[in-house]
């Protein structure tokens, strides 16, 4: 079985910056791709960025130059580094992972993210 832990969210102001981490622990091997989603009450969840095992990454347009997504595969750990935070970026953020070989998905537990004056 696999735990993915968020952690690192929290209370900024507009044009302040974040950084996520999500700790992937238990049955860890061969993640095919990591991500991160994000949430708001009532809509649907959506991709903010991913990044596969070979290392290719990618953002939503919303994101694109604000927010960096960064894995160490050693310590099975991914993150997430948002700068100039807009409120529209308030949500709850998700961990992502997915297994080629078990066909096998996990979420996080999620982490909120507040962005307001």
């Known amino acids: 079985q696999v735990q993915l832990v968020e952690s690192g969210g929290g209370l900024v102001r507009p044009g302040a910056s974040l950084r996520l981490s999500c700790a992937a622990s238990?049955?860890?091997?061969?993640?095919?791709?990591m991500a991160w989603y994000r949430q708001a009450p009532g809509k649907q969840r959506e991709l903010v960025a991913s990044i596969t095992c070979g290392a290719l990454i990618e953002y939503a347009d919303s994101v694109k130059g604000r927010f960096s997504i960064s894995k160490d595969s050693a310590r099975n750990t991914i993150n997430l580094q948002m700068r100039s935070l807009e409120t529209e970026d308030t949500d709850v953020y998700y961990c992502?992972?997915?297994?080629?070989?078990?066909?096998?998905?996990?979420w996080g537990q999620g982490t909120q993210v507040t962005v307001s004056s």
């Open positions: 238990g049955n860890t091997f061969s993640f095919s791709t």
């Open positions: 992502y992972a997915d297994q080629v070989v078990t066909s096998l998905t996990y």
